[in-house]
């Protein structure tokens, strides 16, 4: 069994940037991929990114390539998400995920979700 503890959403202007982490407890955490989903309001949650267990493979939903960056650390298990060039429409609550490849991770066949972080960016 794992558990995965979202932190550091918050309100931020737009062009701005967040940093969120996750921190995952259990032994499943480096042997997962991890990654990130969000769901604003009225909308069905969606996938953001994810990464391998190595952290050598990334996969991006195209509305965040080249302004959102994922990264582990398995010595501290721990998965980030640094979020640059910020939109209104990147608010969302965000959720930390775990499954056993990126591609579960893309096709939302996750085990694990966190609780999800709030992110909300202003005009």
């Known amino acids: 069994q794992a558990q995965l503890v979202e932190s550091g959403g918050g309100l931020v202007q737009a062009g701005g940037s967040l940093r969120l982490s996750c921190a995952a407890s259990g032994r499943t955490f480096s042997g997962s991929a991890t990654g990130w989903f969000r769901q604003a309001p009225g909308k069905e949650r969606e996938f953001v990114a994810a990464?391998?267990?190595?952290?050598?493979?990334?996969l991006y939903a195209d509305s965040v390539k080249g302004r959102f960056t994922i990264s582990r650390d398995n010595a501290k298990n721990t998965v980030n998400l640094q979020m640059h060039s910020l939109k209104p429409e990147d608010t969302a609550v965000y959720y930390c995920a775990a499954a056993a490849t990126t591609q579960a991770l893309r096709r939302a066949n996750v085990d694990y979700w966190g609780q999800g972080t709030q992110v909300t960016v202003s005009t």
């Open positions: 990464i391998s267990r190595g952290g050598g493979g990334t």
